[in-house]
C-alpha cells in the first residue's frame, strides 16, 4: 500500500495549481478528479479534446498516478460514451483503476446492477477496472447492496470510503465483508455528526483499516480526500493524515 492525494482536495484551485500544492507537500502519487462540475478536468473535456486530456493527466510534476475519480452530468447513451472515452484517456495514461458513484436511493435496484455490468464490460475492453464508491445517501451507503452488486457483476470492485459508514449512523457499520472487493481506499477522519474533521478529532482506526486491508492483500492506493475548510489549515491537515498513514506503514 501507499500514500497518495485527490486533486479533489484543491476544488477551488485550476488544474496546475491543484498539482503544485500537492507536489509541495511531498506526495509522490495522485488521483485525478475528473468531475463535471469540478475545477479540473471534465468528462465532457475528455470527450471534446482528448488531446489535450492526455497532455493534462501527463503534467503531475513526475507524480504516479494512481487512478481517476470520476463523476459525470449526463445520463442514459452519453453517460457511457463519457465513460469509455475516460477509459481511453486512462489506457492512455497507464491508468488502470477508475472510481464512479452510485446511483441514488430509490433508484431500483436492477437498474444499478444493469449499468454496473455495462460499465465493468466496457472496462475491460480498455483494460481498465472500475469501482463504485462508498457514499452516504446513495445505494453503495448500503453494505448489503455493494456486496451483492460487486459479488455478482464481474469486475466491479469497490472504492472503499469509511467516513460514510460512519457519518450519519447511530454507530460505525460493519464493512468487513466488502474488503475482498476492495479496488481504492478514499481516507480523512470522521465522526457521525461531520464526514470530515480534524485529523485525530474522529473515530476512525486508520492502524486497524490498514490492518484489515493487509489480510485482504489490497496493495494499491489509499487516497486522501480532505477538502478545505474555514478556520483549519488545510495544508497541516493533509500533512498530518499523510505522515500518520506513512507511518502505519511502514
Do not use: W
Not at 475516460?86 to 436511493?105: D, N, Y
Not at 470510503?161 to 457519518?167: E, T
Amino acid at each position: 500500500m501507499f500514500v497518495a492525494a485527490s486533486t479533489a482536495c484543491f476544488p477551488d484551485l485550476p488544474f496546475d495549481e491543484a498539482i503544485e500544492k500537492i507536489s509541495d507537500l511531498e506526495f509522490a502519487s495522485i488521483e485525478i478528479a475528473i468531475h463535471e462540475h469540478g475545477a479540473h478536468l471534465r468528462p465532457s473535456q475528455v470527450v471534446e479534446d482528448f488531446d489535450h486530456a492526455v497532455l493534462t493527466c501527463n503534467s503531475v510534476r513526475r507524480m504516479d498516478v494512481t487512478g481517476f475519480s470520476l463523476d459525470f452530468a449526463t445520463t442514459g447513451e452519453e453517460y457511457f460514451q463519457q465513460f469509455e472515452r475516460c477509459c481511453q484517456l486512462a489506457k492512455a495514461v497507464r491508468v488502470v483503476s477508475l472510481t464512479v458513484p452510485s446511483a441514488e436511493l430509490g433508484t431500483p435496484f436492477n437498474e444499478e446492477v444493469e449499468k454496473f455490468k455495462r460499465l465493468a464490460q466496457i472496462a475491460e475492453q480498455h483494460g481498465v477496472r472500475v469501482g463504485m464508491r462508498s457514499q452516504y445517501g446513495r445505494l453503495s451507503g448500503d453494505v448489503d447492496t455493494v456486496s451483492v452488486i460487486c459479488g455478482h457483476v464481474k469486475g466491479v470492485g469497490l472504492a472503499l470510503d469509511p467516513s460514510q459508514y460512519i457519518f450519519r449512523h447511530e454507530r460505525p457499520v460493519n464493512y468487513e465483508k466488502l474488503l475482498p472487493y476492495v479496488q481504492n481506499v478514499y481516507l480523512r477522519d470522521s465522526n457521525k455528526e461531520h464526514l470530515q474533521v480534524r485529523v485525530g478529532q474522529g473515530i476512525v482506526d486508520f492502524g486497524r483499516l490498514i490492518a484489515q486491508l493487509a489480510q485482504a492483500k489490497y496493495n494499491r492506493a489509499l487516497v486522501i480526500e480532505i477538502v478545505p475548510e474555514t478556520d483549519v489549515y488545510h495544508f497541516g491537515e493533509l500533512r498530518k493524515l499523510r505522515l500518520l498513514l506513512e507511518s502505519l506503514l511502514v
